[in-house]
């Protein structure tokens, strides 16, 4: 039987100061969708996918926004952004809907709220 070895690790970085460590301990978290907005977005994404409108998404969490595209193919460049910005609760809305080119098609406090711009139009057809 051979003996048993001994592995020995050796660290070359140097050990960081309190002052580093507290900075990064209070680096500012991205922000992101929770539980309950994530079924609001994942159950109209869901309808327009069945309808065969949508094809695709994506989300980001940055460090002042939350970003849901929607895509309807994967090398396009997003038909719609829903974006959360937690800084404008106060003021216009957290919650926003932006177009392909840009423009805000609604904003708002309350996300099912502003997602109702997303639902597709019922046509009716009216008869004398």
Same mark, same amino acid.
């Given at each position: 039987m051979s003996e048993p070895t001994h592995l020995t690790v050796v660290s070359t970085q140097q050990p960081q100061s309190a002052h580093k460590s507290a900075r990064r301990h209070n680096a500012?978290?991205?922000?992101?969708?929770? +539980? /309950?907005?994530?079924?609001?977005?994942?159950?109209? &994404?869901? +309808? /327009?996918?069945?309808?065969?409108?949508?094809?695709? &998404?994506?989300?980001?969490?940055?460090?002042?926004?939350?970003?849901?595209?929607v895509y309807r193919r994967a090398s396009e460049m997003p038909l719609y952004r829903i974006e959360k910005r937690p800084k404008l609760r106060n003021k216009q809305g957290a919650y926003s809907v932006i177009s392909a080119s840009g423009m805000v098609l609604k904003r708002g406090h309350e996300l099912k709220q502003v997602l109702k711009v997303l639902e597709p139009k019922q046509l009716s057809l009216v008869t004398d």
């Open positions: 500012p978290k991205s922000v992101f969708w929770d +539980r /309950r907005e994530l079924d609001a977005i994942l159950n109209i &994404y869901g +309808r /327009r996918v069945a309808a065969g409108d949508w094809r695709d &998404y994506a989300m980001s969490g940055l460090k002042d926004c939350a970003v849901f595209s």
